[in-house]
């Protein structure tokens, strides 16, 4: 299996910019997903296949790629996006088929 | 869409749970579904995997042999049977809807396992 390695803590001021970086071998080959999970609930896509942002997910969120990082940016941080935020793809090496980043605890200070 | 889980609750090391999941608001019969677990305070885990027709069926490697996925298209209902449980599967398990990646969640069901 590999892995997709987050950081635990990303903390910004608001109306600042928040960028969550997941990196993995596979993620030249494969697409990336976000998930943003505030406390007590679901978690919820926000971002698709890379860069393909999620019906009703506001405009400050994005995602980019470059070869085995993918990024999730926040731009004008929110209070209400404080949350964490989670990476997956697909894992083809035939031990776990998805797998997820353990996942980066976004602050709003 | 909505996903309700149910069937969690308190059993002790070894022994076995059936969960369950509802489907309504879309033709559950044409997505494939998971089960994703997440620990107390920890991240996401994805647990398994059921195609539409059930001809693709997959697991992780940490209930391979103890779990096993089921659905019931005729009445939008997915399954888990958990077998060999022990205190590492206690989690919030959730099912989810899509192959891929995760479109739709439900609110999750928690098993606990402890004597």
């Known amino acids: 299996s590999y892995e997709l390695t987050q950081p635990p803590s990303v903390s910004v001021s608001p109306g600042q910019t928040a960028r969550i970086t997941c990196s993995g071998d596979t993620l030249a080959k494969k697409y990336a997903y976000w998930y943003q999970q505030k406390p007590g609930q679901a978690p919820v896509v926000v971002i698709y296949?890379?860069?393909e942002k999620s019906s009703g997910i506001p405009e400050r969120f994005s995602g980019s790629s470059s070869g085995t990082t993918v990024t999730l940016t926040i731009n004008e941080v929110q209070a209400e996006d404080e949350a964490d935020y989670y990476c997956q793809s697909v894992d083809n090496s035939g031990s776990s088929h998805y797998v997820f980043g353990a996942g980066t605890k976004l602050t709003v200070l | 869409v909505k996903l309700v889980e149910s069937g969690g609750g308190l059993v002790k090391p070894g022994g076995s749970l059936r969960l369950s999941c509802v489907a309504s608001?879309?033709?559950?019969?044409?997505?494939?579904m998971n089960w994703v677990r997440q620990a107390p305070g920890k991240g996401l885990e994805w647990v398994s995997i059921?195609?539409?027709?059930?001809?693709?069926?997959y697991y992780a490697d940490s209930v391979k042999g103890r779990f096993t996925v089921s659905r019931d298209n005729a009445n939008n209902s997915l399954f888990l049977q958990m077998n060999s449980l022990g205190a590492d599967d206690t989690a919030l398990y959730y099912c989810?809807?899509?192959?891929?990646?995760?479109?739709?969640w439900g609110q999750g069901t928690l098993v606990t396992v402890s004597s």
């Open positions: 608001g879309f033709n559950f019969s044409t997505y494939g």
């Open positions: 296949k890379d860069t």
């Open positions: 059921i195609s539409t027709r059930s001809d693709y069926i």
């Open positions: 989810a809807r899509g192959e891929n990646y995760f479109e739709y």
